[in-house]
């Protein structure tokens, strides 16, 4: 079994940074696909942003590009999402989530096929 654990998350002014980590433990190895999705009240959990366990391949959602950056250090066993420019809709409870199937260099980009899930962070972005 693998925890994902999430943090940074927090109150901020549109236009503010915001730096949120997940954590994995347990029985983890290199190499999961590892996505970070967002839920705002009412609405569905969507994929925001998505890496590859290895080789840096990346999938932002449009609403997103050019502001996120998803990263990961693997020696930390830890995935970061730079939130940057934020924006008042970006307001929702994000969620780290890991596709335990996933192949070495595949961004999962569907939320069905993601194993484990963190417990979530709330983001809120004033205006």
């Known amino acids: 079994q693998v925890q994902l654990v999430e943090s940074g998350g927090g109150l901020v002014q549109a236009g503010g940074s915001l730096r949120l980590s997940c954590a994995a433990s347990g029985r983890t190895r290199s190499g999961y696909s590892t996505g970070w999705f967002r839920q705002a009240p009412g609405k569905e959990r969507d994929l925001v942003a998505a890496?590859?366990?290895?080789?840096?391949?990346?999938y932002y959602a449009d609403s997103v590009k050019g502001r996120f950056t998803i990263s990961r250090d693997d020696a930390k066993n830890t995935v970061i999402l730079q939130m940057n420019s934020l924006k008042p809709e970006d307001t929702a409870v994000y969620y780290c989530a890991a596709d335990r199937d996933s192949g070495t260099y595949y961004v999962t980009v569907v939320r069905d096929e993601y194993d484990y899930w963190g417990q979530g962070t709330q983001v809120t972005v004033s205006s």
């Open positions: 890496i590859s366990g290895r080789g840096g391949r990346t």
